[in-house]
């Protein structure tokens, strides 16, 4: 049987014909040769944050608060990462988070395609994102066997909405995942500087400039006057969603819903009550708003608040360890973002592939050594704290 920390064995038997990786295997030496590679606009937008970027820093620094503690004499010859999602078992619980300049991180301008192939590959599902260069129903193309959810900005206008939603249904999306905390942008010093805003230059707009809808209340189409067209995306992007536009939106599919952006365990009994049928534990990655907790401090909480919800997760993971003390949390999938974006520049549908190879390797060689054969036996382990 075939395990992802195999991986670590082509790496060490191609050393012994002279091959190294073309990637790094380590998120600090990946960003360094990403931050070399991309044009300085998109490499600002990609890591930067919001404010003086505490929050960012604390998602990351975080982890390393919590600590694991091994269990010794225990077979772990064969682990077991597998998981269920909605029906349907993967072989790890590591999802690809919705990146909205992801397409313009390829060298091609293609990030978007190379992600879903990458995907496929290395069966995970990914999250494909509203903002996008290629649109819903190619990406799906791209991905063909594999899978992926629909992540979606609410527009102001409700009929786009269902537009997008029922677009995604027929694509073969499986399930919607709605982001809370991005209806308006937060303040980002770094891209503020530069006067940087990539989907004002029309970047990332291909889903709505392939709706019929959108293209129904322009004079002319996007392609005569994108000017035009971004002008009215921009006066329609983002409505604040509220308790009732919950309840709408649940009523509009009958796909999965699953909630981007909850952090209080009250909001998300509430949203398990509207009948959403996961919640995500996520702050954005500190992209949207700054001064707030560690999305993995608050991660306890919200799993014991949720039941038998499931729980996703993302903001901070840079590593397999990362991912374990997640899922020794409770969650349920861990999504990574910037980690496969710098893979993607240095390497396209490759170099996403490596990163999540190396991640899972690295994840699946921690719970070998550590005395967890599965996730049952890691998360009946739990963390503990490292420091006060």
Not at 19 to 25: A, N, Y
Not at 89 to 101: E, W
Not at 239 to 249: E, H, K, S
Not at 318 to 336: E, H, P
């Amino acid at each position: 049987m075939n395990q992802f920390g195999d991986y670590q064995n082509e790496i060490y038997f191609d050393g012994l014909r002279g091959i190294k990786p073309s990637l790094p295997v380590d998120f600090k030496r990946l960003e360094e040769r990403a931050s070399a590679a991309l044009p300085q606009s998109v490499l600002s937008y990609v890591q930067r944050g919001c404010g003086d970027e505490f929050t960012q820093r604390r998602n990351v620094e975080a982890f390393s608060d919590w600590g694991l503690v091994p269990r010794m004499l225990v077979d772990t010859r064969v682990r077991d990462l597998s998981v269920d999602v909605f029906g349907k078992r993967y072989a790890s619980p590591l999802m690809l988070c919705p990146i909205g300049v992801i397409g313009v991180c390829a060298q091609d301008g293609r990030g978007d395609i190379a992600t879903a192939r990458a995907a496929a590959a290395a069966r995970v599902p990914m999250i494909a994102s509203t903002l996008m260069n290629d649109s819903l129903e190619t990406v799906a193309e791209a991905l063909g066997e594999g899978d992926a959810f629909f992540q979606l900005y609410t527009p102001k206008d409700r009929d786009l909405a269902q537009s997008f939603v029922r677009r995604a249904e027929a694509a073969g999306y499986k399930g919607i995942v709605v982001t809370l905390d991005t209806w308006l942008t937060g303040w980002r010093p770094r891209d503020l500087n530069d006067s940087n805003f990539p989907q004002l230059r029309g970047v990332a707009l291909a889903n709505y400039f392939s709706d019929p809808l959108f293209r129904a209340k322009l004079a002319v189409p996007p392609e005569e006057d994108i000017a035009a067209a971004v002008r009215y995306w921009a006066s329609i992007f983002g409505m604040t969603v509220t308790w009732d536009d919950l309840a709408w939106l649940r009523s509009i599919t009958t796909l999965p819903l699953i909630v981007k952006g909850i952090q209080h365990p009250d909001d998300a009994k509430r949203a398990i009550d509207l009948g959403v049928d996961a919640i995500y534990c996520s702050n954005h990655g500190g992209r949207q708003a700054n001064g707030g907790l560690a999305s993995i401090d608050l991660l306890p909480a919200l799993v014991a608040a949720c039941g038998d919800v499931p729980v996703w997760f993302d903001s901070g993971i840079r590593s397999g360890t990362d991912v374990v003390k997640a899922l020794a949390m409770g969650a349920s999938m861990v999504g990574v973002g910037r980690p496969y974006a710098y893979g993607l520049a240095l390497g396209g549908t490759a170099g996403v592939v490596h990163v999540i190879r190396s991640i899972l390797a690295e994840a699946d060689l921690l719970m070998a050594v550590d005395g967890f054969p599965d996730l049952a036996a890691l998360r009946a382990a739990g963390l503990r704290r490292t420091r006060a």
